[in-house]
Structures are given as C-alpha cells and as structure tokens.
C-alpha cells in the first residue's frame, strides 16, 4: 500500500460539491469522492495552520501542550517512523511554515521540495509578478511537481505528502477562476480580510462577495490540479496499490456570524485592511480608523474567536483501495490520520500517539471512533503572548474558547466568566441559535467530556485549572 495525503489550506468542507454545495465547481474532487469514503464530520483538532500540521505529523494533540512553535526534536513523526521502516517518504508544499525560521515539520522526509512564494513577502511580489499563465500560480506548480515525482517513484513504496496554502489569502487566483464565481467581474483584485465583523470594519457586502468569488476561485483551480495528479496517478497504474487522502486544516468565515475571516483581533486604533508589514523592526498591521478612514500603524491582540462549524468542520476523503464507496457520519478528527496511514502500511504506532486509527472504521469493523472532539486555538492565559496566525507574537487580550461537539450539539466556551455558547446542530446546522441557557445539563456534559479530554492528553494543570469549573 502507498499513500497520497492532500492537504489544502482554508478549505471549507460546505465548499467542494461533493459535500452538496450547489454550485462550487469542484469535478476531480467530486468524482474522488464518489470512489471513495466520504466523511460528513470530520473536525479540525489544533487550530489553525502550523498546529494543524504539527497533529496531523505526530498524532498528538498540539493545542495542549505546543501551539504555532517550532517541532520539539524529542517529537516522533509518520514520516520519521515510515523512513526508518524503508519506505520512500516525500513532501511536497507550498505552504510557508514546514521550514521557516527553523520550525522543522520537513523532519523526517526522504525528500522535501518547498515551492516559495506564497504569503505576502518578497518572494511572492517577485514570483507573482512573472505569472503569464495557470501553471505559474503556487497550487498548480505544487501538483505538477508531485506528479513529476511520482512518475520518478511509482515502483517505489512511498508516503508523499502534497500541501498547498490554496485557497488561503491571498486570494488572487486566475481571472477566468474568478469569473466562475462573478458576474461581470471586472478584474479588481480581493479586499483583504480584516479578521473582525466586516460591517464594523466598513466593509461593503460587495467586497465581501468578491473576495468570496476570489476563494472559491482557488478552490476551483486547486480541483484542477488534484485533478491533473490523480490523472498521473492512473496512468502510472498506481490506484489498485495507493490510498488517496485529501483534507484541509480548517475553513474561513465570509460573513457567517458577521465574521470575515478565520478570527478575531484588532488593535485600540482600529481594523487590519492588509497584510502583515515590517515597521519599525516589529510585525504590525495597517489599520484604518472607521470614523475618520485615516490609515496607521497598529500591533493587533486577539480577541475571543468562536470556533464555529465553518471553521472547525473541514473535508476528508478517502479513496482506499478494495473498500466500498460512501459516505460515514462517524465522528472523525485530524490528529486519526496520522495512526491510521501507519496502520495502512502496516508499521507499529508509537505509544506517543494520542490519537485512535480509523482503520478500524474504513474496514467496517466499529461505527464509531469517537464519543466527542474538540477543536481548539493553542490553550493560554488571559494576556498571554502567544503565537496563533505566524510566528509573530501578540497578546490575547482575551481567552481564545475551544470548541467540543458530540454530532449533536455543540459547545463553545474557555473559562468561568467567559461566553457561553450552545447549538443544537440537527435544528440549528448554522450555529444562529445560541441554546446555552437553556439547557445546563447539556452544557455541563460536554464541558465534563471536555475537561476529561484535556485531563488524558496530559494537559497541564496551570492550562487546566482555569478551565475546570464553568458554571
């Protein structure tokens, strides 16, 4: 068995039309999905990016104990474990932060091709501005470099890894992606997402909806590639030996619950309209003022963020090979993919390991994996400078709350005295209705489970203490 992993970055599950969007043009990921295993509710662990990354290498729970930091080398990874098993391991990324500044989630491969220039740094304005076609955008140059790559490999047992930052801002996929989505776009370029309530930060609803046409466009354009490696993937006659995963690390809010963005931070002078900037030897953002529109220079902190559905439920498919095609409502987080490609090769899982297998699940030998799962920012203190978007830090001028679903409801909280929030997801899928007050039981159920989750992946109690009691 040889296994593919895709990850692509910010791709919401509700976006791809194998997950019922009813007009997303994803048709290479829509016909994996139909030879495939479909998971309805698979959940983002750590959140977002690198913590992401971080579960889905170790199989630990990141948010816990790490957060957006560099590897620890006592970590042991799947392609650590696969290389010392003999297996040719590779990944293959554009996604900026597996070697940065030393943070070393490229250990343990074989091989790792990093393609630059996403983000928004110099290696991006000198590569975008050579763009003339398709194929000099990041995603497609990630996959046609994956397919060369396994046209090099195909008789080799191998793990590679494909990760792409598309579709994260920014969102400047080709025209003709755009247009899909936008009526007579007229080729102005995606506002920049301001992490706040898009009407506070006086945002239109049209800039909204054009920055929404721009992700969906990349969503489209990254379908095309996918497409184009499980082309190569057939015509290397590797689909009867090769297990194809492809996921995302979390999704994005364009309005749902006022929110542009993935969360919420701002600065007392006002709300980010760009990029991160170096000024003055310290990372700040551009702010501009809602009253006057006068544009300054602001450090951000972060506020509470809620970790809604749209952000926290992300897509995985997984095409198995002799395994019967459907769809699974089983619970299923991030971190189980990591034990589950080392039982499909077959190789022992370390006891470091936090997370269960799902083979178990693929096989049809279990209904369910999980009794609950939680998605969460790094856990902090009140004030705490801590790293949650890159490596800059900033301080949370408020708890950022973990989210615990059991597939039935919902709960969104931190620590005593903080919001509460409660949804009852078969009558309220969209989270409109906050339910907490009205049903303590529920709340203290889930938050006990939470609690027992965060006691036996070893949390520490100076994270845990404050988070023991909630009511």
């Keep these: 068995m040889n296994v593919i992993l895709i990850v692509s970055d910010t791709c919401r599950q509700d976006h791809l039309g194998c997950y019922g969007h009813p007009w997303m043009q994803t048709p290479h990921l829509d016909r994996l999905a139909g030879q495939a295993l479909v998971f309805d509710h698979c ?6 990016t690198v913590p992401c990354r971080s579960d889905l290498l170790t199989g630990k729970y990141n948010l816990t104990y790490l957060g957006w930091a560099p590897l620890p080398q006592d970590e042991i990874t799947l392609p650590q474990v696969l290389t010392r098993e003999g297996y040719l391991t590779a990944g293959i990324a554009d996604t900026p932060f597996y070697m940065k500044n030393g943070y070393g989630y490229d250990r343990g491969f074989g091989d790792f091709i990093f393609i630059r220039g996403q983000g928004t740094g110099q290696a991006n304005k000198d590569l975008t501005g050579l763009r003339r076609c398709e194929e000099d955008y990041f995603a497609p140059q990630t996959f046609a470099t994956a397919e060369k790559w396994l046209e090099l490999h195909h008789k ?3 793990f590679l890894l494909v990760d792409t930052w598309d579709p994260h801002e920014p969102w400047d996929p080709p025209a003709h992606y755009v247009e899909r989505y936008l009526r007579d776009y007229d080729g102005r370029p995606s506002p920049w997402p301001p992490y706040w309530y898009w009407e506070e930060a006086g945002l239109s609803a049209e800039e909204v909806a054009r920055a929404h046409a721009h992700y969906c466009g990349e969503i489209s354009m990254v379908d095309r590639a996918v497409g184009r490696l499980l082309e190569r993937v057939e015509s290397l006659g590797l689909r009867d030996n090769t297990a194809i995963l492809f996921t995302a690390d979390h999704g994005f809010y364009f309005g749902e619950h006022g929110i542009f963005g993935k969360g919420l931070f701002r600065s007392e002078r006002g709300f980010r309209i760009g990029p991160d900037i170096q000024h003055r030897g310290e990372y700040s953002f551009t702010f501009k003022n809602p009253n006057t529109g006068e544009l300054t220079i602001g450090i951000a902190e972060w506020q509470r963020s809620p970790l809604y559905v749209e ?3 992300v897509p995985l498919i997984i095409s198995l090979p002799g395994a019967k095609p459907g769809r699974v409502n089983s619970l299923v987080s991030l971190p189980d993919l990591m034990p589950t490609i080392l ?18 699940l693929l096989e049809g030998k279990t209904q369910q994996i999980h009794d609950s799962v939680v998605t969460s920012w790094p856990l902090h203190e009140p004030g705490f400078k801590l790293r949650v978007v890159d490596d800059v830090e900033r301080t949370a001028a408020e708890v950022l709350p973990s989210t615990i679903t059991d597939g039935e409801w919902t709960l969104i909280c931190s620590v005593k005295g903080e919001p509460i929030e409660l949804y ?3 009558s309220d899928p969209g ?9 303590e039981p529920v ?3 889930l938050h006990a489970q939470l609690v027992a989750f965060l006691e036996e992946t070893g949390t520490s109690e100076r994270l845990l203490a404050p988070r023991r009691v909630l009511l």
């Design 424 to 426: 009852h997801l078969p």
């Design 156 to 158: 080799d047992d191998f």
């Design 431 to 439: 989270q409109l209705k906050n339910v907490a007050p009205d049903n």
């Design 43 to 48: 959940y983002a662990g750590s959140f977002p």
């Design 343 to 360: 039982d499909l090769f077959g190789v022992d899982v370390p006891e470091t390991v936090q997370a269960p297998s799902l083979l178990p």
């Design 311 to 313: 952000a926290a439920r």
């Design 443 to 445: 709340v203290r159920a």
